[in-house]
């Protein structure tokens, strides 16, 4: 995160908000290429924008698969936070959706993917089918907003995202869980390390058997010697096995 990021191919804006656009690597091979939305993670918060996965995009790229990087507005921002983050994905998603041609990339293999909190997106980008995505990939993903809550992941972070606990705001708490919305009938994946100290791995082990029970193609890779941020460094050991499943899941 200390390093500058690189440029991307191209930026597209999915909205009027300097927050609501999104940045395009490209393969250098020739396409139509797969590709997948990218949700960065953060924890929702204004402090943490798309480019610290930057060079993870851009590896990505390398590999054979164009990344669309969405950002979107976030807590401390105006509009961020429930409803407007969970709108901009929504709307993000579609825009690029509807643009694959454009940018040479395939609309038989296009998924999504996400990190921590993006993983979040990912999850319930699947569920709520504004992109036709062929898969969706969590990386250490906030998969179950009631039990993050209890948790009170990041000081609470979650009851700031969604405007209230889940006694309060029940409704939305069962439309933005990703857990509550299976099955999503979308190829699914799910990376985390064991050693993560941010989100826990007991997380995505219950999105895993919720997703499993009712009927999804959902499986949980735990990796032993892992923590939170490895996922999203391309230089870690860990890269290879995301990017192996990225492209099992749409090659």
Request: net charge positive; hydrophobic share 40%.
């Amino acid at each position: 995160m200390s390093k500058p990021a690189p440029d991307a191919d191209a930026r597209i804006a999915y909205g009027p908000d300097p927050n609501q656009f999104g940045e395009l690597y490209l393969p250098r091979t020739p396409g139509p290429h797969p590709a997948i939305i990218f949700l960065h993670g953060g924890f929702w918060r204004a402090a943490y924008d798309l480019k610290h996965a930057a060079y993870f995009c851009k590896a990505l790229a390398k590999e054979g698969v164009a990344c669309f990087s969405l950002e979107y507005r976030r807590i401390g921002q105006a509009g961020g936070g429930w409803p407007g983050t969970f709108d901009d994905v929504r709307a993000g998603a579609a825009h690029i959706a509807k643009n694959l041609a454009r940018y040479n990339l395939d609309p038989k293999r296009l998924g999504a993917a996400g990190h921590s909190a993006g993983g979040h997106l990912a999850l319930w980008l699947a569920a709520e089918k504004a992109a036709p995505l062929r898969m969706v990939l969590s990386l250490a993903g906030v998969a179950d907003l009631r039990r993050a809550y209890e948790l009170k992941l990041n000081n609470g972070v979650v009851g700031e995202l969604m405007g209230g606990d889940p006694a309060k705001q029940p409704e939305r708490y069962a439309r933005y869980s990703p857990i509550e919305r299976v099955p999503t009938k979308v190829f699914t994946r799910l990376i985390h390390g064991m050693k993560d100290d941010v989100v826990p791995l007991e997380i995505s082990k219950r999105y895993e058997a919720a997703a499993r029970k009712a009927g999804d193609d959902a499986r949980l890779i735990p990796l032993p010697a892992t923590g939170h941020s490895e996922l999203i460094d391309p230089q870690a050991l860990e890269f290879r096995v995301i990017s192996s499943t990225l492209r099992s899941g749409l090659l």
